[in-house]
C-alpha cells in the first residue's frame, strides 16, 4: 500500500519536476482535482452578482483548480510551497497571479482584499511537517492567523483536506476556530469509503446564521451535515447517526447520557464556534428538587 505523499517528504521536495509533470498529465487527477474545485466553489457561496471576486488558491499546484476559478470568470492568486509545480503553471499559461510561498509560514497578504479562498488537498501538509526542524502547531497557527486577517469580513475559506486521522481533524479545525473563525467540517458522502470528502468550510467571522455551515452530500441524494454527525472515537471518523432508529433504540441510548456524554457534545460545540459554558466538577450533575 502506497503511503500518503505527505509523511513521503515535504511538499517542495515530493512535487519535483517529475513528480510535478507526473501529477499534472494524469487525467484522473484533473478530472477529480476539477471535481473538488467546482465542489469547493459551490462551498464558497460567492453572491451571484455577477461581479468577479478576487480568490486564493492555496496549495495551487499546478494551477488545476485555478483553471475552475478562471472558468467561473473569477481572479485569483495562487499560492505554492513547490517551485517545480509553479513552473508547470507557468508552461501551461494559468490566468491567475502565482506567488512562491510556505503557507506555514504565514500568507503575507494586506488585511481584508480576498473575498474568498479555496484550498485542494494541501492544509494538512502542516500537520506532517519535518518536527525536527517545524512544529506543525506553529504553522498551523500562523496559516490560519494570517488567512483570517486578509479575508473580508464575512467571507469563506473552504479547504479540502484528507485528515490523517480523528486528532488531526481536530488539531486542523481548532487552530482555525482560534484564529477567529467560525463554521465547521462538511462531509460528502459520509458512508462511502472512495467517494468520501471532507471540507472545512470557515467564515470570517463570528457565528451567525449566514455563516452556519452547508449541508454535505449524501450517497442517496440525501443532504447531510455536520450537526447530524457524532464522532465516533474508536473508528477515529465522523459517523452519521441515522435518523430512523426505532424507538427502542433510542430509548436505550437516553440511559447512557451521563457526564462522558455531555462532555463530548460540549466539545463538539466548540468546535463549531458556539458559545458552551465551561465545564466544571458540576457538570451533567443532575439537580436535587427542593421542596
Given at each position: 500500500m502506497t503511503s500518503r505523499p505527505e509523511l513521503q517528504a515535504p511538499p517542495?521536495?515530493?512535487?519535483?519536476?517529475?513528480?510535478?509533470?507526473?501529477?499534472?498529465?494524469?487525467?484522473?487527477?484533473?478530472?477529480i482535482q476539477a471535481k473538488l474545485s467546482e465542489?469547493?466553489?459551490?462551498?464558497?457561496?460567492?453572491?451571484?452578482?455577477?461581479?468577479?471576486?478576487?480568490?486564493?488558491?492555496?496549495?495551487?499546484?499546478?494551477?488545476?483548480?485555478?483553471?475552475?476559478?478562471?472558468d467561473?470568470?473569477?481572479?485569483?492568486?495562487?499560492?505554492?510551497?513547490?517551485?517545480?509545480?509553479?513552473?508547470?503553471?507557468?508552461?501551461?499559461?494559468v490566468e491567475g497571479d502565482l506567488v512562491l510561498s510556505d503557507m506555514g509560514q504565514g500568507l503575507g497578504l494586506r488585511p481584508g482584499v480576498i473575498d474568498g479562498a479555496i484550498s485542494i488537498s494541501a492544509v494538512q501538509w502542516l500537520c506532517n511537517a519535518d518536527k525536527s526542524s517545524h512544529e506543525p502547531r506553529i504553522?498551523?497557527?500562523?496559516?490560519?492567523?494570517?488567512?483570517?486577517?486578509?479575508l473580508a469580513r464575512g467571507a469563506r475559506?473552504?479547504?479540502?483536506?484528507?485528515?490523517?486521522?480523528?486528532?488531526?481533524?481536530?488539531?486542523i479545525l481548532g487552530f482555525a476556530m482560534r484564529a477567529g473563525f467560525s463554521g465547521g467540517v462538511v462531509v460528502d458522502y459520509p458512508h462511502s469509503t472512495k467517494s468520501r470528502k471532507e471540507y472545512l468550510v470557515l467564515t470570517c467571522g463570528p457565528p451567525s446564521l449566514s455563516s452556519a455551515a452547508p449541508r454535505g452530500k449524501g450517497e442517496d441524494g440525501e443532504s447531510w451535515s455536520d450537526e447530524d454527525s457524532s464522532v465516533d472515537e474508536d473508528n477515529q471518523s465522523i459517523c452519521v447517526s441515522?435518523?430512523?432508529?426505532?424507538?427502542?433504540?433510542?430509548?436505550?441510548?437516553?440511559?447512557?447520557?451521563?457526564?462522558?456524554?455531555?462532555?463530548?457534545?460540549?466539545?463538539?460545540?466548540r468546535r463549531k464556534g458556539n458559545a458552551v459554558p465551561t465545564d466544571t466538577?458540576?457538570?451533567?450533575?443532575?439537580?436535587?428538587?427542593?421542596?
Open positions: 517542495e521536495i515530493f512535487y519535483n519536476d517529475g513528480e510535478a509533470r507526473k501529477y499534472t498529465s494524469s487525467s484522473r487527477i484533473i478530472e465542489r469547493a466553489l459551490e462551498l464558497l457561496a460567492l453572491p451571484s452578482d455577477d461581479v468577479p471576486k478576487i480568490l486564493l488558491d492555496i496549495g495551487c499546484g499546478s494551477g488545476l483548480s485555478g483553471e475552475t476559478l478562471t467561473n470568470g473569477h481572479q485569483w492568486i495562487g499560492l505554492d510551497i513547490s517551485q517545480s509545480m509553479l513552473d508547470v503553471a507557468l508552461e501551461r499559461e504553522r498551523l497557527k500562523a496559516f490560519f492567523g494570517s488567512l483570517y486577517r486578509c475559506a473552504v479547504l479540502q483536506v484528507y485528515p490523517e486521522n480523528l486528532a488531526q481533524r481536530e488539531l441515522d435518523r430512523h432508529r426505532p424507538r427502542k433504540k433510542q430509548k436505550l441510548n437516553k440511559k447512557m447520557k451521563g457526564r462522558e456524554w455531555v462532555l463530548r457534545k460540549k466539545e463538539q460545540m466538577k458540576y457538570t451533567a450533575r443532575k439537580r436535587k428538587a427542593r421542596f
